[in-house]
Nanobody, 129 residues
Framework: QVQLVESGGGLAQPGGSLRLSCAAS????????IGWFRQAPGKEREGVSC????????YYYESVKGRFTISRDAAKNTVYLQMNSLKPEDTGVYYC??????????????????????WGQGIQVTVSS
């Protein structure tokens, strides 16, 4: 079975850091395009960061540029989202997603929230003093 499980969320202070992990089972992540999404109460789900399977095309949501970094570790079959300089507006439920057939423009898939077929269950991130 295909499964994605997020971990590493929780409470952080403004200016602090968290690293989210997404462990995959049932498939090898190195053959999949990856996305991190988040959703705050009352808001639309938004693409935070996405990376193609070749690691040659990376997209970051404008508000997280310079603060968040997406990466993968093929040996551990895990993808990460390193989040630094956290702000209260980063609060939300974070999801990882994967799909082998995302179009060449990873930004379009990330912004439009389309094309990702496998999703994790989500994990809460709260940024507050």
């Amino acid at each position: 079975q295909v499964q994605l499980v997020e971990s590493g969320g929780g409470l952080a202070q403004p200016g602090g850091s968290l690293r989210l992990s997404c462990a995959a089972s049932g498939f090898m992540l190195e053959h999949y395009h990856i996305g991190w999404f988040r959703q705050a109460p009352g808001k639309e789900r938004e693409g935070v960061s996405c990376i193609n399977k070749e690691d040659s095309d990376i997209y970051y949501y404008e508000s997280v540029k310079g603060r968040f970094t997406i990466s993968r570790d093929a040996a551990k079959n895990t993808v990460y989202l390193q989040m630094n300089s956290l702000k209260p507006e980063d609060t939300g439920v974070y999801y990882c997603a994967a799909d082998p057939f995302i179009a060449p423009n990873i930004q379009a898939a990330c912004v439009q929230d389309r094309g990702f077929g496998s999703w994790g269950q989500g994990i809460q991130v709260t940024v507050s003093s």
